[in-house]
């Protein structure tokens, strides 16, 4: 079974602390838990670029982030783990239109 790139990134992450990083070409998702760093890079160039070739992923970094304890009343439990990717585009890519209406 071939992954589609929307399976891979699954939602960008808008938090003040990412979006500083939008200004050094770094940008967030939240990604599925079994995508690699080749699989983010190349869904991330085919999901936003306009036309072949106009964005770059010079580099892929990728953190599991693990589920917090929640609590209801007397009932316990732990919110789902997920992964993040921080993407990194090329110096002569373009940026994510999506992103710079944010700013």
Do not use: H
Not at 11 to 36: C, D, H, L, Q, W
């Amino acid at each position: 079974m071939s992954k589609v790139a929307q399976d891979i990134i699954l939602r960008p992450i808008i938090t003040e602390e990412s979006m500083m990083g939008t200004a050094e070409k770094k940008y967030t998702f939240a990604v599925a838990k079994t995508a690699n760093k080749i699989e983010i890079a190349k869904a991330v160039e085919e999901l936003f670029s306009s036309k072949p070739g106009d964005i770059k992923v010079a580099k892929v970094n990728t953190i599991n982030c693990k589920g917090k304890l929640r609590r209801q009343g007397r009932f316990e439990g732990f919110t789902a783990s997920w992964k993040k990717a921080i993407v990194t585009l090329a110096e002569d890519s373009k940026t994510i239109e999506f992103f710079d209406g944010m700013m």
